[in-house]
């Protein structure tokens, strides 16, 4: 295996592999992964309904310069490191930002895979109590990349977590089979649109149709509709015709700390 040097200095992003080898190799470097927020944003009173944290691995050269790279997906020791990183900073920053009256909801993505561990909903339970959040303002966005949405554990965990009253998003809705096939099974709040489907609505009208066909679909059900992935304008026009509910993405800002959040969040309602 190369060092972490070797592996930063070819300009790699963090990989689920690699980053599992760093944290792995040497524990202190769970102090290294950093949260950034974006906005999710009511489509039609650009309102923000939710804050989104991402993990971001900050590597520094031997110029003693910072350099961020987004940590996606894990697995194994990464997915749980990130995991807790999510949800007890973006738990902790919420309790701050409502001493100074910004009430922000918290929206965090979450393999389906990680949550067949029963150890989650506990630990979501206990961050809630320890820094004095309800459990409404807490959404769990569920990715099933490709899980068995079915198994035993993975519908405990998430009965548990809708008991606890935190809210449910299925992710990859439209791009993902095993996504259809969980809102027979499992009580969601909120279903997230397919990156793939937001960035080909421009191409044809039938990327149109699919979409309206999608979000009506998920409405009949009782579910809001949410579109990750909206980079312009016209895209955010489209989404609002087919009857979306919110938007987040490059169109409204780059991910930002939690200390420029509040000045960022000026420019929307909140």
């Known amino acids: 295996m190369n060092s972490t040097n070797d592996f930063f200095n070819q300009g790699n992003i963090v990989s689920k592999i690699h980053l599992d080898e760093i944290l792995a190799n040497d524990e202190k470097k769970s102090s290294n992964l950093e949260l950034k927020y974006i906005p999710k944003v009511n489509i039609q009173t650009s309102e923000v309904f939710s804050i989104e944290p991402s993990v971001f691995f900050v590597h520094r050269d031997s110029a003693h310069l910072a350099h961020r790279y987004q940590c996606k997906g894990s697995y194994k020791l990464s997915a749980f490191k990130v995991f807790e990183k999510s949800v007890d900073c973006s738990l902790k920053d919420c309790a701050e930002w409502d001493k ?8 965090i993505n979450t393999p389906a895979a990680l949550l067949m561990n029963n150890w989650c909903p506990s630990y979501v339970h206990e961050a809630l109590e320890k820094h004095k959040i309800e459990p409404q303002r807490l959404t769990i966005n569920v990715y099933p990349d490709h899980s068995d949405m079915g198994n035993k554990d993975l519908l405990c965990s998430l009965a548990s977590l809708n008991l606890m009253g935190v809210r449910l998003c299925l992710s990859n809705f439209g791009g993902d089979s095993t996504a259809l096939s969980a809102l027979s ?8 649109i397919d990156k793939e489907v937001t960035q080909k609505i421009a191409y044809s009208e039938k990327h149109k149709e699919i979409l309206s066909q999608l979000t009506n679909l998920a409405h009949r059900l009782g579910l809001q509709v949410s579109a990750d992935g909206v980079k312009y304008k016209f895209q ?11 938007i987040q993405g490059e169109y409204l800002n780059s991910p930002v700390t939690s200390d420029e959040i509040t000045l960022f969040l000026s420019k929307f309602r909140t």
């Open 236 to 246: 955010k026009e489209i989404l609002e015709i087919c009857g979306v509910d919110y």
């Open 100 to 107: 100074i009256g910004k009430r922000f909801s918290i929206s």
């Open 185 to 192: 099974s499992i009580k969601f709040d909120e279903v997230r």
